[in-house]
């Protein structure tokens, strides 16, 4: 019997348990509730098997920006596969989809980043990252220049290289990581971390920890520091805005590479076509993924800036996927953001969603649970807290308020994430000022039950 929709969701759920193993789950614990099995979605929603609409405030994984049912994307795939389903970037050849989407990434990109080289993933990219800005040293006569620089909390994905440059304890702890030559310094969490220092006082104290590992490394063994212009799935941590110039100083000062880890963050998250315009920052070399092409195919890339993609382009980079600028991906993607050019979509974002979610979410504050509630365009958090006075934390373990506040958002049919005490929220970038409202509503009403 084949495995479709129509069958029945004990049994799917049944097969799922007995074959499927998910990512980021606690098998033993899904296994006594099964899985909820999403069969279609549409703009900002989303069903299950059950027939019931969910409002999917995380745009899938971060990823769905221009929103769901998006059939143009479907035809452009169609179209190529027919074309060219697939041949490599490898060994002297080319193709038409890798050429007009690296080129169009280079309009789009800020300053000097013109140069693409693709990945299949967020974490492949990181990883050429790693490998990359190293090879990069060692060509210009520093190969001492190996270590790099990253955050506590930071996600940047989870192969062996980009779990590492990442700083989840729980993604350390399993697999012996982090890898040689990668450094944590800590995260610019004014909320949870910030004591008694103003948000200004805070954000440079923590910029000032790049300085401060530089100097105790040696500025000839630093090669880059890493990092998301707003930490995303560490629980959507907003710098304060001392921060980056800080950080951008400190990278110029001592011969620093900079890369931004914009997979999260790009393709108009913010309101920009980058989180690093945001901030004013001046990246080396940007990551991007997800919203490239709003997750519906897989791909990823380096932006790399003239300087060191011209060091590169002198000897062969033993480097590549198979699926490095993959036809199929790489024509969906442009097909994308075409989309988010020619429907003006960051105009939408900066003068209807973002404004109107900044209200709406901010007046969650005022929830005995909630201790902050931050957005910036479309990326928003709440800290939870037992007691607003001090910012006490709840332990980060099942059972406690995050972990219920999930839950209760699921059961009242919205998506919203939580790590540890923070919930966080990234709906696709088209919603509109109707679903933001009911997104916060939702997000209410969980919270209430949680409380
Ligand atoms: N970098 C950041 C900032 C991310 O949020 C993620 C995924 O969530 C990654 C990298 C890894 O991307 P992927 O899951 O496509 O490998």
Same mark, same amino acid.
């Given at each position: 019997?084949?495995?479709?929709?129509?069958?029945?969701?004990?049994?799917?759920?049944?097969?799922?348990?007995?074959?499927?193993?998910?990512?980021?789950?606690?098998?033993?614990?899904? *296994?006594?509730?099964?899985?909820?099995?999403?069969?279609?979605?549409?703009?900002v929603?989303?069903?299950? $098997?059950?027939?019931?609409?969910?409002?999917?405030?995380?745009?899938?994984?971060w990823c769905v920006n221009i929103g769901y049912g998006r059939t143009e994307l479907a035809d452009a795939a169609a179209r190529q596969m027919r074309e060219l389903p697939y041949y490599n970037t490898f060994f002297q050849t080319t193709h038409v989809p890798a050429i007009?989407?690296?080129?169009?990434?280079?309009?789009?990109?800020?300053?000097?980043?013109?140069? %693409?080289?693709?990945a299949g993933s967020g974490s492949e990219a990181n990883d050429t990252n790693l490998r990359m800005v190293r090879h990069y040293w060692a060509v210009k006569g520093k190969p001492e220049k190996t270590v790099f620089i990253s955050r506590k909390n930071a996600y940047h994905g989870s192969s062996m290289g980009s779990a590492s440059l990442g700083g989840m304890q729980a993604m350390h702890s399993q697999g012996g990581l982090p890898l040689p030559g990668i450094v944590h310094?800590?995260?610019?969490? +004014?909320?949870?971390?910030?004591?008694?220092m103003t948000p200004a006082e805070f954000g440079l104290a923590r910029a000032r920890q790049l300085e401060e590992k530089i100097l105790e490394l040696g500025e000839d063994r630093v090669a880059a520091f890493i990092a998301e212009p707003i930490q995303g799935a560490g629980g959507v941590i907003i710098?304060?805005?001392?921060? +980056?110039?800080?950080?951008?100083?400190?990278?110029?000062?001592? /011969?620093?590479?900079?890369?931004?880890? /914009?997979?999260?963050?790009?393709?108009?998250?913010?309101?920009? +076509?980058?989180? $690093?315009?945001h901030f004013g920052i001046r990246p080396h070399i940007m990551t991007i993924a997800k919203g490239l092409s709003s997750g519906y195919?897989?791909?990823?890339?380096? %932006?790399?800036?003239? /300087?060191?993609?011209?060091?590169? $382009?002198?000897? *062969?980079?033993y480097h590549g996927y198979t699926?490095?600028?993959?036809?199929?991906?790489?024509?969906?993607?442009? /097909?994308?953001?075409?989309?988010? *050019?020619?429907?003006?979509?960051?105009?939408?974002?900066?003068?209807?969603?973002?404004?109107?979610l900044a209200e709406a979410w901010a007046s969650l504050a005022d929830h005995p649970l909630v201790g902050e509630a931050v957005s910036v365009g479309l990326l928003g958090a709440v800290a939870l807290t037992p007691d607003k006075a001090t910012r006490a934390k709840f332990a980060a373990e099942p059972g406690t308020a995050g972990f %219920?506040?999930?839950?209760?958002?699921?059961?009242?049919?919205?998506?919203?994430?939580?790590?540890?005490?923070?919930?966080?929220? $990234?709906?696709?970038?088209i919603i509109t000022p109707g679903d933001i409202d009911l997104l916060v509503a939702r997000a209410r009403t969980a919270l209430d039950e949680a409380h």
């Open positions: 019997q084949p495995i479709t929709n129509h069958m029945p969701t004990a049994e799917l759920r049944a097969l799922d348990a007995a074959h499927h193993m998910h990512p980021f789950t606690d098998a033993a614990a899904l *296994e006594k509730k099964g899985a909820r099995v999403i069969t279609r979605a549409d703009g929603r989303l069903w299950d $098997s059950e027939g019931t609409e969910i409002l999917d405030g995380m745009a899938g994984l007009a989407l690296a080129a169009r990434i280079a309009e789009l990109a800020p300053g000097d980043l013109n140069h %693409v080289f693709f310094i800590d995260q610019p969490y +004014w909320y949870g971390e910030g004591g008694d710098p304060p805005e001392t921060y +980056w110039p800080e950080i951008q100083r400190i990278c110029d000062k001592y /011969e620093i590479l900079l890369v931004a880890d /914009e997979v999260i963050c790009g393709f108009g998250r913010t309101g920009h +076509w980058f989180g $690093s315009q195919q897989p791909i990823g890339g380096s %932006v790399v800036c003239d /300087e060191v993609a011209e060091t590169l $382009s002198h000897g *062969e980079f699926y490095s600028g993959h036809p199929v991906a790489a024509a969906v993607a442009l /097909e994308n953001l075409r989309i988010l *050019e020619e429907e003006d979509i960051l105009g939408h974002v900066n003068r209807v969603a973002a404004p109107h %219920v506040t999930r839950e209760r958002c699921f059961a009242n049919n919205l998506v919203m994430r939580h790590v540890g005490d923070r919930m966080v929220i $990234s709906p696709p970038l």
